[in-house]
C-alpha cells in the first residue's frame, strides 16, 4: 500500500472544544533519506482531506518555525496563508507562524449545524 499513513491532526492546544473547533495539523515530519519524493505534499493533502471531507471543516491550521523555509515555502505553494506570529512558549526565542488554508467545501452541501468544526 503506497498511501501515506493518516497525519498527525489534533483540535489546538489539545483541548475539548466547547465552541465549534479549529482543526490543527501538527508534528509533520518526513525521514531525511525520504525527503524530496513528496510524502509531505501527499500527508498534508491527506489531513486537509480528513479535515475537508470527515469534519466537514471550511479551514486548517498549522504552525512553522520561522527559520523553517523549507516547510514554510512547501505551506505556502500548497496555500497556506500566515495569519499570525507567537514566540514559542518553551523556548521563549523560536518565532512560530501560525499558518491558515481555506478548504474547499466537499462536493455534498452539508448545513452548517451538521458540520464538525469551522
Known amino acids: 500500500d503506497n498511501r501515506p499513513p ?8 489539545g483541548k475539548t472544544p466547547t465552541k465549534k473547533p479549529k482543526p490543527y495539523m501538527y508534528n509533520l515530519a518526513v525521514d531525511r533519506k525520504r525527503r524530496r519524493l513528496g510524502l509531505a505534499t501527499a500527508l498534508v493533502q491527506q489531513a486537509e482531506n480528513e479535515c475537508r471531507h470527515k469534519w466537514r471543516c471550511a479551514h486548517i491550521h498549522l504552525k512553522a518555525r520561522q527559520g523553517d523555509s523549507a516547510a514554510f515555502r512547501l505551506y505556502q505553494s500548497l496555500g497556506y496563508d500566515v495569519v499570525d506570529e507567537e514566540v514559542d512558549p518553551d523556548s521563549h526565542e523560536q518565532l512560530l507562524l501560525w499558518m491558515k488554508k481555506d478548504l474547499v467545501a466537499p462536493v455534498e452541501h452539508v448545513p452548517s449545524e451538521k458540520k464538525l468544526c469551522t
Open 6 to 13: 493518516n497525519p498527525a491532526l489534533r483540535w489546538p492546544e
